[in-house]
């Protein structure tokens, strides 16, 4: 909720609020951070055992690297550390100026699968486990399944337009393969974009029809597929166990 906000619930005027909570009631002039807080803040008082390290891009694309405690589940004292920037040596000097000994008590650290970030992870936490986030791991599994149907499009897009040259060249109404649901193979491909991230139990009529359609003309999108929805399921599992995990794989049958 904004000053603004607060300020007219309370009548007072908006801007005339946010002016006297910048100025006198948050003691902002007074903070000892202030100096250098575009370029970095440190909390290291909200260190965990459990943290998060990411980049985000706050305003006007501006990437910054962000250290959260798992611990506060997003409230407030989740903030460990926000660095301008995603250079791993700007990172680990700055966080390098929080104690050694909260930084050794750190455990587990979620990252994403950059290597930049792993050697962050290294360098400023010695003692703590990396763990890669699962978006992360979901999000390549279904771009590289979207980059397989794009790859095929084209080549739909091509054959199409090479139909319709031939035809005009010989003056005649160009043959384009329909399938029993209407599509034609380019409409086919672009439509099945969004069946492609939902799983199975999620498809509408129309989708399951048209992924039916879809996979037996592309077995490897049917192939791909399988592989990124397994994934998705081995994630939504509770996997407390290692043999539950081994369990669960085996009944997916992976395999490329």
């Known amino acids: ?73 997003g409230r407030k004292g989740s903030i460990v550390a926000i660095i301008r920037g995603i250079q791993s040596e700007t990172v680990i000097e700055h966080l390098f100026k929080i104690n050694r000994k909260l930084r050794i008590k750190v455990t587990e650290i979620t990252l994403d699968m950059a290597g930049s970030m792993k050697l962050i992870a290294k360098k400023c936490f010695p003692n703590a486990t990396p763990v890669i986030d699962r978006f992360h791991v979901q999000k390549l599994a279904t771009e590289a399944l979207q980059e397989i149907r794009i790859k095929h499009r084209w080549q739909a897009i091509e054959q199409e337009n090479n139909l319709l040259t031939e035809a ?6 160009p043959i384009i393969k329909v399938f029993e649901n209407d599509d034609t193979r380019k409409q ?30 592309y077995p490897d999108l049917e192939k791909a597929y399988n592989l990124s929805d397994g994934l998705r399921k081995i994630y939504n599992q509770n996997m407390d166990q290692c043999q539950n995990l081994g369990r669960k794989i085996k009944i997916l049958n992976f395999g490329v």
């Open 168 to 173: 005009k060249q010989k003056k005649r109404k």
């Open 188 to 217: 086919l491909l672009a439509r099945s974009r969004y069946l492609l991230y939902k799983t199975r139990e999620k498809w509408t009529l129309s989708q399951k029809q048209r992924a039916k359609i879809l996979f037996k003309e």
């Open 1 to 73: 909720m904004s000053c603004k906000t607060i300020g007219e619930l309370y009548g007072v005027e908006g801007r005339k609020f946010q002016r006297q909570y910048k100025h006198s009631l948050s003691d902002f002039k007074n903070w000892e951070q202030k100096p250098h807080a575009e370029d970095w803040i440190l909390h290291p008082q909200n260190i965990s055992e459990q943290l998060s390290l990411d980049e985000v891009a706050l305003s006007d694309g501006e990437l910054y690297t962000v250290l959260t405690s798992k611990k506060g589940k």
